[in-house]
């Protein structure tokens, strides 16, 4: 039995390391989700119920769970070094020339330079041991329970030798982007830029936050090639690339400082286009011998440099901090800028997020400040150009009330936001509305910013109750400037077709503080109804796996509130559904939800065909009883599965009962 199992979980391993290895690498996918989901609890029930058979490198190992108390020092055997850093045509030229007054005509190769932080990672008989970080160089710190969950890296190579490489461990832009969304919702700080939120993943003590960070890998170097009989450092990635590596396609072997400087030019133009940040190029002598002939400084290599982009910050001046009010009351300062371009797009407002931030920043009105966008991400202010105070500044001075209705304005103990605290604050109202029709909430067409701001002043849309109504004013709205009969029509057409919406877009829409799009969907996939969401006390809340204390706590009060508990009540009354619709996912209560283990032959349906079906209604099939099985299905010739559940006095279904369950839901005549 265990021999058996022993079996399988090597089969698994290397369907899942293989189907990975061909995502995530390759980004050529070769299985279906739902088939990598399976084989994946298909491993995880064997490694639970079989500890023994649990490897530490494991396609289990990626979705995390480890936890370390602290980061264990690593010495490098090879230093890792840096490499010098050059920012113009001359100094490539020094360089080029510097080689080959050495005697040499080199081939060099063309790296991007990845914005993201070294790492070092170890194989021993093809098997990741080790992950670490660069650190001073000399030593750094153990992060492979993080590494782990790195899903381009391979934890098997495809040949079982001892290796170190070393490469740079990124976060991709539009990770960043989605990541930076969800910590501005949790009122959270967001990251700056891509290296500095792959360097604050890596640098957790628990792998399921590394694993939930989307974190990817491009390998540039192998310390050791000599050992492998490689000669060039084209070889070497090639060679690392054939044992799994996911290896940078952009990399270019050239023949001269021409091609080089081509090099850099192609890839300064393609910079926005790539779907990581990327701060330069790298460039290394081709021959290893070379090389090794060349040497190193006190420093760095004599044969490779790293031509820099210059910075992507751009001068303009500062002309006003005006402050606006969100839906939560929550009031934010904005930089005014005089209109410039940066990345290709023109900037001319960037958030200052709060008070402390501005002051922190010392920024003075008038000043000429420095403006930074990093891929995706939202521009920011860096600096203010103290060298270029004329005097004439003025201080930065936090309002003390709503700029909209003029309450004063709150701040909690120990926060750094201050709030309008004016329930009625028309603010709050006109951005709650606005949010309630946007495209990922109730997704209103023709219901946009410009139109609720209309609509609110005119009087016809006060609450999102109004924007149900809306219908009754059909005749005057047709009359307004600049709308029309059809236009009207259109927008009366889009509000009616909202109610139909399935409930993770009324969730995010109703603006539950911190709850955005992801997390309603979380919400309304677990618990199908917003009744049954209501129901749920705070502690069953924070029990799930998505959702922290802070968003528990926001979710069961904002349930508690009498105002919103009569907004959702005139909601149902006006026909808007409350029901998860899902993407074609069917429910039924005695399935969803439910862990299965089918046992022996079914005559009337295969295994594969019962255990489909079962996830087709949310069930959950695995491959061993526990005390976790909610039912077992048992079929002719069951084996001990059908022993073990009756000893546990789990639920079972023979034939008949499966027949009828399945008849019932009209999946069998
Ligand atoms: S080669 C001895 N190649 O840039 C060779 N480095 O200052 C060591 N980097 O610390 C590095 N992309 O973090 C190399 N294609 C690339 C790179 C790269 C990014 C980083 C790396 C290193 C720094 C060099």
Same mark, same amino acid.
């Given at each position: 039995m265990l021999e058996e199992k022993r079996k399988r979980v090597l089969e698994l391993t290397e369907i899942l390391e293989k189907a990975n290895y061909e995502y995530y690498v390759l980004a050529n996918p070769t299985l279906t989700d739902q088939e990598f989901d399976k084989y994946m609890r298909e491993l995880e029930n064997i490694e639970k119920e079989y500890p023994e058979l649990a490897s530490p490198s494991s396609p289990t190992k990626r979705v995390g769970g480890e936890v370390i108390e602290k980061f264990e020092k690593i010495r490098h055997s090879i230093p890792m070094l840096s490499l010098p850093d050059v920012f113009n045509e001359d100094e490539i030229r020094d360089f080029d020339e510097r080689i080959k007054k050495a005697g040499y005509n080199p081939q060099y190769v063309c790296e991007l330079k990845i914005d993201g932080l070294s790492g070092s990672f170890h194989y021993e008989d093809g098997v990741l041991v080790t992950g670490a970080t660069r650190? #001073?160089?000399v030593v750094g710190e153990n992060i492979t329970h993080n590494v782990k969950t790195i899903r381009s890296l391979p934890l098997k190579l495809k040949e079982k030798i001892n290796i170190e490489v070393r490469g740079e461990i990124y976060m991709p832009r539009k990770v960043l982007a989605k990541l930076n969304q969800e910590r501005s919702e949790l009122n959270l700080p967001l990251f700056q830029n891509c290296r500095n939120a792959a360097a604050g993943s890596i640098r957790q003590l628990d792998s399921k936050i590394a694993a939930g960070r989307g974190l990817d890998t491009w390998i540039y170097h192998l310390p050791n090639p000599v050992d492998y009989g490689i000669k060039t450092q084209w070889e070497s990635l090639e060679f690392m690339k054939k044992l799994g590596f996911k290896i940078n396609p952009a990399n270019r072997l050239v023949n001269n400082i021409d091609e080089i400087l081509d090099f850099i030019d192609e890839y300064r133009n393609k910079r926005d286009t790539l779907s990581y940040d990327i701060d330069g190029v790298v460039i290394k002598v081709n021959d290893l011998k070379m090389q090794q002939e060349l040497g190193y400084t006190s420093k760095f290599p004599r044969w490779a440099i790293a031509y820099k982009f210059p910075a992507l910050e751009v001068l303009t001046k500062l002309t006003d901090i005006i402050f606006t009010v969100g839906r939560t009351g929550r009031i934010t300062p904005n930089a005014v800028l005089e209109p410039v371009i940066v990345m290709g797009s023109t900037i001319s407002r960037a958030t200052l997020h709060n008070e402390d931030y501005v002051l922190e920043k010392g920024l003075k009105i008038g000043d000429i400040v420095s403006i930074r966008k990093a891929g995706d991400v939202i521009p920011e202010v860096v600096e203010p150009k103290l060298e270029r105070r004329t005097g004439n500044e003025k201080d930065f001075v936090m309002i003390t *009330? %709503? +700029? !909209? %209705?003029?309450s004063v304005l709150g701040k909690k103990p120990g926060q750094v936001d201050h709030y309008c @605290? *004016? +329930?009625?604050c028309p603010a709050r109202h006109i951005e709650g509305l606005i949010h309630f029709c946007s495209r990922k909430a109730m997704n209103i067409d023709g219901l946009g910013e410009k139109i609720i701001e209309d609509f609110f002043n005119l009087g016809? !849309? =006060?609450? !999102?109750i109004d924007i149900y109504h809306l219908d009754v004013h059909k005749k005057d709205l047709q009359e307004l400037e600049g709308y029309g009969r059809k236009s009207i029509e259109n927008l009366l057409e889009a509000i009616e077709n909202s109610k139909k919406n399935s409930l993770e877009r009324l969730l995010f829409g109703l603006g539950i503080n911190g709850i955005g799009d992801k997390t309603a969907l979380v919400l309304a996939k677990k618990f199908k109804t917003l009744d049954n969401l209501m129901a749920q006390s705070e502690e069953d809340l924070k029990? @799930? =796996? #998505? !959702?922290g204390p802070i968003l528990a706590k926001n979710i069961y009060t904002f349930f508690q509130n009498v105002d919103n508990l009569e907004l959702i009540n005139s909601l149902v009354m006006l026909g808007v559904n409350t029901v998860y619709l899902g993407e074609g996912e069917k429910y039924s209560e005695l399935i969803t939800d439910k862990r299965f283990v089918v046992t022996g032959t079914i005559s009337f349906m295969g295994r594969d065909e019962i255990e489909a079906l079962i996830e087709s209604y949310g069930g959950h099939p695995s491959s061993s009883v526990s005390s976790k099985t909610d039912v077992v299905i048992v079929g002719d010739k069951p084996g001990s599965k059908a022993d073990k559940a009756k000893e546990l006095n789990i639920e079972i279904w023979d034939e008949e009962k499966l027949s009828d369950v399945l008849k019932n839901l009209g999946e069998l005549n």
């Amino acid at each position: 039995m265990l021999e058996e199992k022993r079996k399988r979980v090597l089969e698994l391993t290397e369907i899942l390391e293989k189907a990975n290895y061909e995502y995530y690498v390759l980004a050529n996918p070769t299985l279906t989700d739902q088939e990598f989901d399976k084989y994946m609890r298909e491993l995880e029930n064997i490694e639970k119920e079989y500890p023994e058979l649990a490897s530490p490198s494991s396609p289990t190992k990626r979705v995390g769970g480890e936890v370390i108390e602290k980061f264990e020092k690593i010495r490098h055997s090879i230093p890792m070094l840096s490499l010098p850093d050059v920012f113009n045509e001359d100094e490539i030229r020094d360089f080029d020339e510097r080689i080959k007054k050495a005697g040499y005509n080199p081939q060099y190769v063309c790296e991007l330079k990845i914005d993201g932080l070294s790492g070092s990672f170890h194989y021993e008989d093809g098997v990741l041991v080790t992950g670490a970080t660069r650190g #001073d160089g000399v030593v750094g710190e153990n992060i492979t329970h993080n590494v782990k969950t790195i899903r381009s890296l391979p934890l098997k190579l495809k040949e079982k030798i001892n290796i170190e490489v070393r490469g740079e461990i990124y976060m991709p832009r539009k990770v960043l982007a989605k990541l930076n969304q969800e910590r501005s919702e949790l009122n959270l700080p967001l990251f700056q830029n891509c290296r500095n939120a792959a360097a604050g993943s890596i640098r957790q003590l628990d792998s399921k936050i590394a694993a939930g960070r989307g974190l990817d890998t491009w390998i540039y170097h192998l310390p050791n090639p000599v050992d492998y009989g490689i000669k060039t450092q084209w070889e070497s990635l090639e060679f690392m690339k054939k044992l799994g590596f996911k290896i940078n396609p952009a990399n270019r072997l050239v023949n001269n400082i021409d091609e080089i400087l081509d090099f850099i030019d192609e890839y300064r133009n393609k910079r926005d286009t790539l779907s990581y940040d990327i701060d330069g190029v790298v460039i290394k002598v081709n021959d290893l011998k070379m090389q090794q002939e060349l040497g190193y400084t006190s420093k760095f290599p004599r044969w490779a440099i790293a031509y820099k982009f210059p910075a992507l910050e751009v001068l303009t001046k500062l002309t006003d901090i005006i402050f606006t009010v969100g839906r939560t009351g929550r009031i934010t300062p904005n930089a005014v800028l005089e209109p410039v371009i940066v990345m290709g797009s023109t900037i001319s407002r960037a958030t200052l997020h709060n008070e402390d931030y501005v002051l922190e920043k010392g920024l003075k009105i008038g000043d000429i400040v420095s403006i930074r966008k990093a891929g995706d991400v939202i521009p920011e202010v860096v600096e203010p150009k103290l060298e270029r105070r004329t005097g004439n500044e003025k201080d930065f001075v936090m309002i003390t *009330n %709503c +700029p !909209i %209705c003029g309450s004063v304005l709150g701040k909690k103990p120990g926060q750094v936001d201050h709030y309008c @605290l *004016n +329930p009625h604050c028309p603010a709050r109202h006109i951005e709650g509305l606005i949010h309630f029709c946007s495209r990922k909430a109730m997704n209103i067409d023709g219901l946009g910013e410009k139109i609720i701001e209309d609509f609110f002043n005119l009087g016809y !849309i =006060k609450s !999102i109750i109004d924007i149900y109504h809306l219908d009754v004013h059909k005749k005057d709205l047709q009359e307004l400037e600049g709308y029309g009969r059809k236009s009207i029509e259109n927008l009366l057409e889009a509000i009616e077709n909202s109610k139909k919406n399935s409930l993770e877009r009324l969730l995010f829409g109703l603006g539950i503080n911190g709850i955005g799009d992801k997390t309603a969907l979380v919400l309304a996939k677990k618990f199908k109804t917003l009744d049954n969401l209501m129901a749920q006390s705070e502690e069953d809340l924070k029990a @799930l =796996k #998505d !959702i922290g204390p802070i968003l528990a706590k926001n979710i069961y009060t904002f349930f508690q509130n009498v105002d919103n508990l009569e907004l959702i009540n005139s909601l149902v009354m006006l026909g808007v559904n409350t029901v998860y619709l899902g993407e074609g996912e069917k429910y039924s209560e005695l399935i969803t939800d439910k862990r299965f283990v089918v046992t022996g032959t079914i005559s009337f349906m295969g295994r594969d065909e019962i255990e489909a079906l079962i996830e087709s209604y949310g069930g959950h099939p695995s491959s061993s009883v526990s005390s976790k099985t909610d039912v077992v299905i048992v079929g002719d010739k069951p084996g001990s599965k059908a022993d073990k559940a009756k000893e546990l006095n789990i639920e079972i279904w023979d034939e008949e009962k499966l027949s009828d369950v399945l008849k019932n839901l009209g999946e069998l005549n």
